[in-house]
């Protein structure tokens, strides 16, 4: 057989499990896949080396036995080298796994690569990436989203059966959105946040990018649970896998008209308004929702997520991990400013307090929605992926185009974006967000949504952009 | 010129948990081989994340509790954000707007001291400073980053040095008790930092000089002396320069033990900006009326209550009960001899025991701990062996002076001291036949004596020394007085 690695996960597993084909065979697809684009897409940091040899002994008892995935590089991997795509840990190999990666090692699968993501997550391009950006395999002159944008590429190009990415505000939804793939973003706390590069602490949540509903399900069901190690982790067992729902009747799905900006790409608004009619003909009640502008979301995000980031990044001194500061690339440095700058005495108050006064705001705003609805649903992002470049001297970048998912992270939300149409060639996104531990509603609404329409089907045409990328090719580290 | 010094004391405590702060991690870091006690979390690599003590906490209430603090229900972590080699994450977990324990007050030698706080944190990384291969080089230990720290802010409310030193003997003290450090000095376990300032009062006006925080102090007599050194160089320099306290010039002083001052180490630009802000890592803390009490019912009783039962039970000096209180373990094994069958029932019998016990754990037990540098070895302490020792006094076979002399041997050796007197023949005889005996024999044998006796009754004493030595020290000297006079009064008999 061959272009094993075109299968979904549920179908890969299958084929281990009857053993249609061999879990060599699919490494070594991905593997072929990956030398093919890399040139082109850029989506990994550092391939595992030992991939291929792993996936001679796999133990079929295993609920991802021999699956190749692909795990942003912001999370720990021992021996493995990684970096957060930041030049300053280009030399940093962890001496200890996160909780999501021993997870998925105990699970069976084989990490088969790390991939780019904005340096440190600070982005929404991977732009920001100090090994170069990503390219959106839809069509390599757009950008994939981030910050785990490389992880969103691997699925749009079929480099891996499944990756990881996490989100502080919309780094698995967004740039699942523009590759056209499915991005589970969980309640904060669901999945442990131990062995992941802090970025805003408060809101950092792993998660499951992926080809289908189904593939994203399974991985939060095995990543998902109480770690002792993470004392912000819920005190909850992993998440179950719901019964699927034939019908949505009896559901109120809200659609708030703030998420439809003035500056919303005209087709991505029809493609939401289509999506929701598709859900209505499902069953749902769609009531139009009054919510809180999401402008405020960016403000409070902003100051917090800095204010976080200054803090965490305070450990890369110079004196371990063999780079020092001057490593840190323009972005990471604006960060730390402004965190710096809305901690500092005399500040704290009218910045950071304030901020987080704002956020119970935003937390009762979406208390007092779901009291009208069991669901909200919006555009993941408001344009489709922009083209290359066009993050650049746009220090506010990541928010503008993240202001349709920061609401949601503020108040710890769990959320999925699902394929929902094209425009120029370029996929739209369909976010649905649930109140906190609701991942099963939003899990079963974005099932029948994608068995009822062929969105996820489609697959970019990788033959027709040979063109060389400009980002440095990924290195095999041991 | 009037000048008062105002001297706060913010006082370090290293819990001794089993494991640190915030990860599980051998806590115990005294003379371990470098980073051997280390993990990812302490170490602060990218992605560790900490994971709070239980214990820790619950130890932090309670010592806040034992020092009259209140409990706040609701406290949370905070990051307190500044650059140190040896500070891991550069950032140091601790306490600033909701702190575990506030208000609180201990009494010193009869003077209230307010405590403002005492809060959790975690204890950093040592630097080590060595020449290797002739280069001067800083080497980074972190078996102790993440140990757990309480802190201990008082009010400024000392006023004198030694006061500062009673008030962290009492600290001492009170943590030992709780058995939640060793408080020890000089191991670093416990560390001390004065911040001492004058008011002056001059021709009608009031002047505060400038903030000096002394660090660096491994002693109690070192923290009396440099705030002794601190208060007179702060005179000398408001004489000289007439520079009053503002928010810009507190400075932090080194203490420098061998020259016997206080250096300037640091000038601070008003106070540090450590961007405070609450560590998204560890959820809030809180604990409800029901678990404070639970912990308020785990303290033991404190010093000040043994001193008090010392006096009104057992009838003792306020001396002696403080001295018995000073160490718990001491006090223990003290109170231990009343936890027995052989306690008198009788009032008076069990203080007049109280105070003979009492003689013999200060005079002989004390003085040999103190000697040997040794802890009480409370399976040394035999109930028995005192009450016995006790009666064989009462009953005037032995002196008070050989009691103390045999219950330092019987410690030592665990025998039963009075066997150790009759072995070694301190047992008086009080059986006035034997010893008439020998008197009669010394009178005869001393005609000179006697003669000087008829002239002057106060020389018996060489009588009664003679009578001493020829019954080998065993008489007991009253009774000897009592037959000698009794026989020289009376020559015929």
Redesign the interface.
């Known amino acids: 057989m061959s272009d094993l690695n075109k299968l979904t996960l549920t179908q890969a597993i299958d084929g281990i499990k009857t053993k249609k084909f061999s879990a060599k065979e699919l490494v070594s697809d991905c593997l072929t896949q990956i030398q093919k684009l890399e040139p082109t897409l850029n989506s990994f940091v550092t391939l595992n080396e030992n991939a291929l040899n792993e996936s001679e002994n796999i133990n079929f008892s295993k609920p991802l036995a021999g699956i190749p995935i692909a795990v942003k590089d912001n999370f720990c991997t021992q021996d493995l080298r990684t970096t957060a795509s930041s030049k300053l840990l280009e030399n940093f190999i962890p001496q200890y796994s996160a909780y999501v990666v021993e997870k998925l090692k105990d699970a069976g699968a084989i990490i088969i690569g790390k991939t780019n993501m904005d340096s440190w997550a600070h982005g929404s391009s991977t732009e920001t990436s100090d090994f170069g950006p990503s390219k959106n395999p839809w069509n390599p002159k757009h950008l994939p989203g981030g910050s785990s944008g490389g992880s969103a590429a691997t699925m749009a190009a079929d480099e891996a059966i499944v990756s990881i990415g996490s989100e502080t505000a919309g780094s698995i939804r967004q740039p699942s959105a523009w590759c056209g793939v499915v991005g589970l973003k969980p309640t904060y706390g669901r999945v442990s946040r131990c062995g992941v590069v802090a970025m805003g602490s408060s809101m950092d949540s792993p998660g499951p990018i992926a080809k289908t509903v189904d593939d994203a399900a399974l991985i939060l069901s095995l990543i998902s649970g109480h770690d002792p190690a993470d004392a912000t982790s819920l005190n909850k067992k992993p998440w179950q896998i719901p019964e699927a729902l034939t019908s949505l009747k009896g559901l109120k799905i809200g659609l708030p008209k703030a998420y439809f900006p003035k500056k919303i790409k005209p087709e991505v608004k029809q493609s939401i308004l289509n999506a929701a009619e598709k859900l209505k003909e499902l069953g749902a009640e769609i009531i139009e929702l009054d919510v809180m502008d999401p402008k405020y979301a960016i403000a409070v995000y902003t100051i917090l997520q800095r204010s976080e980031v200054s803090s965490n990044l305070g450990r890369y001194t110079g004196i371990r991990y063999g780079h020092d500061r001057t490593f840190f690339g323009d972005e990471a440095k604006r960060r730390i400013m402004l965190g710096t700058y809305a901690l500092s005495s005399g500040y704290y108050d009218a910045y950071y307090l304030k901020a987080q006064k704002v956020r119970t705001l935003i937390i009762q705003d979406f208390e007092k929605q779901f009291q009208k609805v069991d669901a909200i649903i919006g555009p993941t992002s408001p344009t489709t992926a922009l083209p290359i470049g066009a993050s650049a001297g746009q220090a506010m970048f990541g928010e503008l185009e993240d202001i349709l998912v920061e609401p949601s992270t503020l108040a710890g939300l769990p959320g999925i974006s699902v394929p929902c149409g094209f425009a120029d060639g370029l996929p739209i996104g369909l976010q649905i967000i649930t109140p906190q531990l609701r991942e099963d509603l939003s899990v079963n609404i974005a099932r029948l949504f994608e068995s009822n329409t062929d969105y996820h089907l489609q697959k970019p045409n990788l033959n027709c952009h040979p063109e060389q990328s400009e980002g440095s090719r990924p290195e095999a580290v041991k | 010129m009037k000048i008062t010094p105002i001297i706060g004391l913010e006082v370090h405590v290293e819990l001794k948990t089993d494991s640190k702060m915030f990860c599980g991690c051998n806590a115990e870091h005294f003379h371990a081989k470098p980073n051997t006690h280390t993990c990812?979390v302490c170490l602060?690599?990218?992605?560790?994340?900490?994971?709070?003590n239980k214990k820790a906490c619950q130890w932090c209430v309670k010592l806040g509790l034992a020092l009259g603090c209140t409990v706040n229900e609701y406290s949370f972590f905070e990051?307190k954000?500044y650059?140190y080699?040896d500070l891991?994450?550069?950032?140091q977990i601790t306490q600033y707007q909701k702190p575990f324990t506030v208000n609180g007050k201990i009494t010193v030698q009869g003077q209230e001291i307010r405590i403002n706080r005492a809060h959790m944190e975690e204890d950093t990384g040592k630097s080590v400073h060595m020449v290797i291969n002739g280069e001067e080089s800083t080497l980074?230990d972190f078996n102790r980053s993440g140990v757990p720290l309480v802190e201990i802010v008082s009010e400024p409310d000392i006023v004198l040095s030694i006061q500062a030193k009673e008030y962290l003997l009492k600290i001492q003290q009170l943590i030992r008790y709780l058995g939640i450090s060793n408080a020890d000095i000089e191991k670093g376990s416990m560390r001390c930092e004065p911040t001492v300032n004058l008011k002056i009062e001059d021709n009608g006006k009031t002047f505060y000089t400038p903030l000096s925080e002394i660090k660096n102090v491994a002693s109690l007599t070192g923290v009396q002396n440099a705030i002794d050194f601190e208060i007179e160089r702060q005179t000398q320099a408001f004489k000289e320069t007439k520079e009053v306290k503002n928010s810009k010039n507190k400075t932090t002083r080194g203490w420098d033990a061998d020259k016997a001052r206080t250096f300037l180490q640091r000038e601070k630009e008003g106070?540090a900006?450590y961007?405070?802000?609450p560590e998204?890592?560890?959820?809030p803390i809180e604990f409800t009326p029901a678990e404070i009490e639970e912990i308020r019912m785990t303290l033991p009783e404190m010093s000040e209550q043994k001193i008090e039962k010392y006096q009104t039970i057992y009838g003792l000096s306020d001396y002696d009960a403080k001295l018995l209180a000073e160490d718990q373990n001491f006090a223990a094994a003290y109170e231990a001899l009343f936890d027995t069958e052989f306690v008198s029932k009788d009032q008076d019998t069990l203080k007049v025991f109280a105070k003979f016990a009492a003689n013999l754990f200060l005079g002989s037990i004390k003085t040999y701990l103190n000697e040997t540098q040794e802890n009480i070895d409370s399976s040394k302490i035999v109930a028995k062996y005192f009450w016995d020792l006790f009666n064989s006094v009462q009953n005037k076979e032995l002196s008070s002076s050989v009691a103390k002399q045999v219950t330092t041997e019987s410690y030592k050796t665990g025998k039963h001291p009075v066997e150790i007197a009759k072995e070694m023949g301190l047992i008086q005889v009080s059986d006035s036949n034997q010893i008439e005996k020998i008197a009669k024999e010394v009178v005869v044998a001393n005609p000179k004596a006697v003669q000087d006796y008829q002239k002057n009754p106060m020389s018996i004493g060489f009588l009664i020394g003679q009578l001493m030595r020829a019954s080998g020290g065993s008489a007991n000297p009253q009774v000897a007085k009592e037959i000698l006079e009794k026989l020289l009064k009376n020559p015929t008999l």
């Open positions: 990812p602060g690599m990218p992605g560790a994340l900490p994971v709070p990051r954000n650059f080699p891991s994450k550069s950032y980074l106070s900006d961007r405070y802000f998204p890592d560890i959820p």
